[in-house]
């Protein structure tokens, strides 16, 4: 599988956009890129996940770069209990079963 | 909430303990995972299921045992574990596998202590 790179952490203002980027410069054609987040003490949440095409949906919406070489998870008005690590995770379809995490990013929304 | 529901939430047992973790979902989903995640790490695989039959196995311990009793059950027998397999255990569905379009949906976890 692709590997990804996020960065390990990141502040955001309550109330404001979070732009929150990920690279995987490794990606082929029938990987998918998708994210999750944890908050404390939870399982993971699944938020989105996309091939190719800009995709939204009522929790973000995530741009994936015209080369795929990278994407950029976007949480329109962050709140406090957006605070979570955030995983982006390049998922083939040849290995379709698996769902493997990386690191992750560390946001943590303040007021 | 978490369509995926996992019990007990919390587990002490001992390395000398036989015990068993369950997930259960009812969203018609025919793929279940298990995946095991230590303290600030990822989760990590552990098994998978696809139609009650187990099609991968992560190289895991034969102390950890898994059983996928009909679709919308998946246990987790645990027998003569050591203290380093401490962690939060979480169940996960998915419509199917083979479908790269199919996301995972998780539980909260189990957070098993091994004394």
């Known amino acids: 599988d692709a590997k990804t790179t996020q960065p390990p952490s990141m502040d955001c203002a309550e109330g404001r956009a979070a732009n929150l980027p990920c690279n995987h410069s490794?990606?082929?054609?029938?990987?998918?890129v998708y994210w999750y987040r944890q908050i404390h003490s939870q399982g993971p949440q699944y938020i989105i996940h996309?091939?190719?095409n800009n995709e939204t949906n009522e929790m973000a919406s995530l741009i994936i770069t015209e080369d795929r070489k990278s994407s950029t998870l976007i949480l329109p008005h962050a709140t406090l209990r957006d605070t979570a690590v955030y995983y982006c995770?390049?998922?083939?379809?040849?290995?379709?079963?698996?769902?493997?995490f990386g690191a992750g990013t560390t946001v943590t929304v303040r007021a | 909430d978490t369509e995926v529901t996992q019990t007990p939430k919390h587990l002490v047992m001992g390395m000398t303990n036989k015990k068993s973790l369950k997930c259960e979902q009812h969203?018609?989903?025919?793929?279940m995972y298990w995946y095991k995640q230590k303290a600030k790490k990822p989760p990590e695989l552990m098994f998978v299921?696809?139609?009650?039959?187990?099609?991968i196995n992560e190289s895991v311990p034969s102390r950890f045992s898994p059983e996928c009793p009909n679709s919308s059950l998946l246990n987790l027998h645990l027998h003569a574990l050591q203290p380093e397999d401490s962690a939060l255990y979480l169940c996960?569905?998915?419509?199917?596998?083979?479908?790269?379009?199919?996301?995972?949906?998780f539980g909260n976890g189990t957070r098993l202590t091994v004394t």
């Open positions: 299921y696809s139609y009650e039959k187990l099609s």
């Open positions: 996960a569905s998915s419509l199917l596998t083979g479908q790269v379009n199919s996301p995972l949906h």
């Open positions: 490794t990606i082929s054609g029938n990987e998918y």
């Open positions: 969203m018609g989903h025919r793929a």
């Open positions: 995770i390049v998922r083939a379809y040849y290995n379709d079963y698996k769902l493997s």
């Open positions: 996309g091939l190719k």
